[in-house]
């Protein structure tokens, strides 16, 4: 079946490092992408990677992919108070359908 | 390069009513989906449309359609419109198939009564 599942809420501190963890289930999946929602937005495309990737750096941002065990995470370097947003991992097993999670809110305490 | 364009952003309806929204997407752009986002369901997929075709559809009711036009923009229409339908409703537009990066729009921001 298809599903995404994350961690609905976590909390850092200004210039700590955030992780945020995603399972999925379609292994057919070929893009794995992660999207932050700031209030009353839309979705920012953050970063993706390509399933054949284990990891992708894109300046502050860190993605990792274990396929083997369907696993994503986000890590953000020196994490900033205007970082605090709900991001959202999303696999795309088939053409334009995008499989969201629930969303993981980021609150960065300064 | 303009973004991803959704109007109205803002639209309040009342039971019954039905509801046209519209995309307009990236210039290039030829692939247009759509998004439902709700507090208890997240973030849904209503329907992809390329070249003015539907090419994949979501879990949703007869009453949720859309269409594409030449110009690759699109609208999604809601008849019949109920509580559960309100909604922030994104669009997002891809350069051919979904399967390349998607860009979001701001969206429409849905209020039934």
């Known amino acids: 079946g298809e599903d995404v599942e994350q961690s609905l809420f976590l909390s850092v501190r200004e210039g700590d490092s955030s992780v945020i963890n995603c399972t999925y289930t379609?292994?057919?999946?070929?893009?794995l992408y992660w999207y932050k929602q700031e209030p009353g937005a839309g979705l920012q495309l953050l970063t993706y990677?390509?399933?054949?990737?284990d990891m992708k750096q894109d300046q502050r941002l860190t993605v990792l992919l274990n396929k083997k065990d369907k696993h994503l995470s986000l890590r953000i370097a020196d994490t900033q108070t205007g970082d605090s947003a709900i991001y959202f991992c999303a696999e795309a097993p088939r053409g334009g359908k995008l499989i969201f999670g629930q969303g993981t809110t980021l609150q960065v305490k300064p | 390069k303009a973004g991803v364009t959704q109007t109205p952003r803002y639209l309040i309806k009342t039971r019954g009513q039905q509801v046209t929204l519209s995309c307009s997407p990236i210039s290039g752009h030829r692939s247009v989906s759509w998004y439902q986002q709700t507090p208890g369901q997240g973030l849904q997929f209503l329907f992809e449309y390329f070249s003015e075709t539907q090419r994949n559809k979501g879990n949703f009711p007869g009453r949720f359609s859309g269409r594409q036009f030449s110009n690759s923009r699109s609208e999604m229409n809601v008849s019949t419109l109920e509580l559960g339908d309100s909604a922030l409703y994104l669009c997002?537009?891809?350069?051919?198939?979904?399967?390349?990066?998607?860009?979001f729009g701001p969206g429409t921001r849905l209020t039934v009564l």
């Open positions: 379609d292994s057919s999946s070929t893009y």
């Open positions: 990677i390509f399933s054949n990737m």
């Open positions: 997002a537009s891809s350069l051919v198939t979904g399967k390349d990066e998607q860009f």
